[in-house]
């Protein structure tokens, strides 16, 4: 499984970005993909995700703010992200977990909410 992410950007607090992420390769066997973010000096949390039927699980920090969808045509999720803080400032990574329990993870994208 191959994970393309993109979207990430600079924004000003309370401003919007969205964060796509395409899969490519056995995505088949996909249950679950989500967004991940890790700050400097932090470890890399959960920051929502969506399983095959639509099921979606969010970080207390960002609920009401963000939202994840996926198209299951074009295999891609994407995480909407409005209100936007400093404190969520990350890089974010796109993950898909299989049935079998293997993880695969994309390349970071920066997000960082500046003035």
């Known amino acids: 499984v191959q994970l393309q992410a993109s979207g990430g950007g600079l924004v000003q607090p309370g401003g919007s970005l969205r964060l796509s992420c395409a899969a490519s390769?056995?995505?088949?066997?996909?249950?679950?993909m989500g967004w991940y973010r890790q700050a400097p000096g932090k470890q890399r949390d959960l920051v929502a995700d969506i399983t095959t039927d639509s099921s979606t699980n969010y970080a207390d920090s960002v609920k009401g703010r963000f939202t994840i969808s996926r198209d299951a045509a074009k295999n891609t999720v994407y995480l909407h992200m409005n209100n936007l803080k400093p404190e969520d400032t990350a890089v974010y990574y796109c993950?898909?977990?299989?049935?079998?329990?293997?993880?695969?993870w994309g390349q970071g994208t920066q997000v960082t909410v500046s003035s």
């Open positions: 390769g056995y995505i088949f066997s996909i249950v679950v």
């Open positions: 993950n898909a977990r299989l049935a079998t329990m293997n993880s695969y």
